[in-house]
């Protein structure tokens, strides 16, 4: 079997439990941007520096994208991966085409006192492998399919436990209750209590880009188009929390 039986929260029983919250309490003077829990903190930045009022609400992309889907009060989608992007425009929940604003790495994170590694192989020795559950996470699926393509997840998959979101899984290995995770390299700097043991190489992983979309139907299109395009121009802000900046196209002079 691929996975053993954990414990952990859904994304969809997340999705259903925000947007319950979001219908009594979502403020109507600020912009509402859903982003990604990985983007969480670059974003919280980007709206700081935003000339209008935003208000930025963190979470597993999937959750966040039924939401949207549902009919949550959001004005802007700031996602990782392409599946979820593409899925709420298929739906017609988005108003125009999304823009890459930032991209991202994965990283095997272990406890803080333990050694870096020269490669990915100890993973083939760790007994509890925490992941963002591949079955809905963009993140477990990115770490999944470079898993395979170092030829690693046959061997490890039977020790996976999965997680509701990239954060959760490094609070496992933070906490102990995990013994090493595959994370994006962003999510690595956020605890001393764990250390990057190692770097997935370009070559292992998928492209991990971070779209921006204006949400179709929201009132604020105008404003949500704003801030996207102050997203993509922002990459001193992605560069300082660990992303990758986009390189700048004619377009965007």
């Given at each position: 079997?691929?996975?053993?039986?954990?414990?952990?929260?859904?994304?969809?029983?997340?999705?259903?439990?925000?947007?319950?919250?979001?219908?009594?309490?979502?403020?109507?003077?600020?912009?509402?941007?859903?982003?990604?829990?990985?983007?969480?903190?670059?974003?919280?930045?980007?709206?700081?520096?935003?000339?209008?009022?935003?208000?930025?609400?963190?979470?597993?992309?999937?959750?966040?994208?039924?939401?949207?889907?549902?009919?949550?009060?959001?004005?802007?989608?700031?996602?990782?991966?392409?599946e979820w992007v593409d899925w709420l425009g298929s739906r017609q929940r988005l108003s125009g085409e999304p823009i890459e604003v930032s991209r991202g790495a994965l990283a095997v994170v272990v406890p803080a006192r333990d050694s870096a590694w020269a490669s990915l192989r100890p993973l083939a020795r760790v007994e509890r492998l925490a992941l963002a559950d591949p079955a809905h996470v963009p993140a477990g699926r990115f770490a999944q399919a470079a898993l395979e393509r170092a030829g690693l997840w046959r061997g490890v998959s039977s020790r996976v436990i999965p997680f509701a979101d990239v954060r959760a899984a490094l609070g496992a290995v933070a906490s102990g209750r995990a013994d090493a995770a595959v994370v994006y390299q962003t999510d690595a700097r956020l605890s001393n209590r764990v250390r990057t043991a190692a770097l997935f190489p370009d070559s292992l992983v998928a492209p991990i880009v971070y779209r921006c979309a204006v949400v179709a139907g929201s009132g604020r299109e105008a404003e949500g188009e704003a801030f996207c395009a102050h997203a993509r121009a922002s990459g001193e802000t992605w560069r300082r929390r660990g992303f990758r900046a986009v390189q700048k196209t004619p377009a965007d002079l």
């Open positions: 079997m691929p996975f053993r039986a954990f414990s952990s929260v859904r994304p969809l029983a997340l999705a259903s439990l925000a947007f319950g919250l979001w219908v009594g309490c979502a403020r109507e003077d600020a912009l509402t941007v859903f982003a990604s829990a990985s983007a969480a903190d670059a974003a919280q930045d980007l709206a700081e520096a935003f000339e209008g009022k935003t208000r930025i609400s963190p979470g597993a992309t999937s959750a966040l994208a039924r939401q949207i889907d549902a009919g949550a009060p959001a004005s802007v989608a700031l996602l990782v991966g392409d």
